[in-house]
């Protein structure tokens, strides 16, 4: 139990670090508003629910046999961050002309989130995939500590679109251009990672 209750603050404290899913709601807020974004957060928790457990129940055995795995995720991570790098790179500045950021990019990008790794070997106990009854406990408080941190993902980017006039207080094509960039840096860091790896 004990170990189950330090799944929430070391849950919120890595989520609340910058990464491509927190990248995806802010820039989604910044050009569609909270109310259009927050939907985004449900599917970002299917697909941290779904990529935890699989690093968890499956591919830790499976990476003691064949390493070569992990790098693969790696790569294929790095590729998708720098895709959508591109991508926001070239939105427009005006949110009613452009596509909103959707459900299955948020899905795809969480999925090869590499923090996802991360929980399912270092934040959730060995015993969390042993039980699903234990498993239920550590999704939910894992949970707990998504919902309210994505949340504030989306709050700063509506923060930083509208004014008292509802104007924007920063150009949004100049903060989605710096989340692009912040979307290269998580990319080139993933690769870089998996070229150390190899190396």
Known sequence: MIELLSIFPVSALILAMPGPTNTLLFSSSLMRGFAASVPLIATELVAYGIAISAWGMLLQSLMAQHPWIALVLKFSAALYVAWLATKIWR????PAVQPAISRRQVFTTTLLNPKAFLF??????QNVFASPT???????????????VSVGWCLL?????????HRPLIPAHIML???????CGFSLSIFYDAIRAVA
């Open 91 to 94: 939105f427009q500045s005006s």
């Open 120 to 125: 399912a070997t270092f934040v959730m106990p």
């Open 134 to 148: 234990v498993w239920a406990a550590g999704m939910g408080a894992f949970a707990a500590a998504l919902v309210p």
């Open 157 to 165: 980017g509506c923060s930083l679109h509208t004014g008292r006039h």
């Open 177 to 183: 251009r710096g989340a692009a960039i912040a979307l």
